[in-house]
């Protein structure tokens, strides 16, 4: 592409909210993402009874260990939001630009 086709697309008014639907939708994920982490971590620092409590007698399974699983369950289910919102809302905005960049150009 060409540096006016690159041109148009940043004064189209869409690009500016892409940019600012994608970047406030990353932020809220990410910030999901350390409270979940960070909170997780914490919860070993200051809490080691709890992490360490078995889930039920005899079992070699604990709060700490089941957490952790659903932490990571939880960051492929938040991965895959993120894809399915990127591949479908954003690409079609974004393709939506670049056509109108290039009929810009013409």
């Not at 990410?30 to 992490?51: D, H, T």
Request: a positive charge; zero cysteines.
């Amino acid at each position: 592409m060409s540096s006016s086709v690159y041109a148009h697309i940043r004064r189209n008014p869409r690009f500016t909210e892409l940019v600012a639907k994608r970047t406030r939708f990353a932020g809220i994920l990410a910030a999901i993402v350390l409270v979940v982490f960070y909170g997780f971590v914490l919860l070993v620092a200051f809490a080691p009874e709890l992490i360490g409590k078995r889930l039920f007698e005899g079992s070699n399974l604990t709060f700490g260990i089941l957490a952790a699983f659903v932490q990571f369950i939880f960051f492929w289910i938040l991965t895959l939001v993120y894809v399915r919102r990127a591949n479908g809302e954003f690409d079609d905005i974004n393709q939506e630009i670049v056509k109108a960049g290039w009929k810009a150009e013409k």
